[in-house]
């Protein structure tokens, strides 16, 4: 089955730790994207990747970091540096790297939890 | 800069009543996306419906239909004959040339038995 997959779907992250969130697609997408959900509130762009090697920074990048070095893959790390990092990450893809016309399908998200 | 309000924040019905959830948009391009998902308690997005800017038609699915008006503004998404399975957040967005995609604060439906 083709689709966007993300691990692990609860996270842990104690205070001041560095923790990486995985997203894998096996669609041949080549745009990858994640998004941030706080409760009762819609989503956020953090970063978005148009093509492998290279990333671009969405509307609320500090505090995370990403690389994509494969097309099926796009980890997101959320740093230390993430003073308020206790949300639902999204992560997303579309076909082709036109972010206008692309639909952007979605994995099932990784909800982060700070002890 | 683009926006995407959607006022309704939650709405409750009754199983098989119609429900009719709002979009209002800003932009000032002329070319544009516009979107909706659904967001079940499960938590993952799911796409429902792409519009761009040029088609004003309304669009039929099933027990789901869209109006896009232009001149208002809007893209409403109204679900007819609401059943429990429809109960979820659903999320308007709007995609321009050389912006992100911007979503709604989204509107939570529950549909009671």
């Known amino acids: 089955d083709g689709g966007i997959t993300q691990s692990p779907k609860y996270l842990f992250r104690k205070e001041g730790q560095n923790v990486t969130l995985s997203c894998e697609q096996n669609l041949n997408h080549d745009a990858m994207y994640w998004y941030r959900q706080d409760p009762g509130q819609g989503l956020r762009l953090i970063y978005y990747?148009?093509?492998?090697?290279?990333?671009q920074k969405g509307d609320i990048a500090e505090g995370y970091s990403v690389s994509r070095e494969k097309k099926e893959s796009f980890p997101l790390t959320v740093t230390s540096a993430q003073k308020n990092p206790t949300a639902f990450y999204l992560c997303?893809?579309?076909?082709?790297?036109?972010?206008?016309?692309?639909?952007?399908?979605f994995g099932p998200g990784t909800r982060l939890l700070v002890l | 800069a683009q926006k995407v309000t959607q006022a309704q924040t939650e709405i409750s019905v009754v199983e098989k009543e119609d429900v009719t959830l709002d979009c209002v948009y800003e932009t000032r391009d002329t070319t544009y996306y516009l979107f909706w998902y659904k967001q079940p308690p499960s938590g993952e997005l799911v796409f429902l419906i792409r519009?761009?800017?040029?088609?004003?038609q309304n669009e039929i699915s099933g027990r789901y239909s869209w109006n896009f008006q232009k001149s208002t503004s809007s893209f409403n998404f109204t679900i007819t004959a609401s059943q429990v399975v429809d109960s979820a957040v659903y999320f308007c967005?709007?995609?321009?040339?050389?912006?992100?995609?911007?979503f709604g604060p989204g509107t939570r439906l529950s549909v009671l038995p």
């Open positions: 519009r761009n800017s040029f088609d004003e």
């Open positions: 967005a709007l995609s321009n040339y050389g912006q992100n995609f911007v």
């Open positions: 997303a893809s579309s076909i082709h790297r036109d972010m206008l016309r692309e639909t952007q399908y």
């Open positions: 990747s148009q093509i492998v090697n290279d990333f």
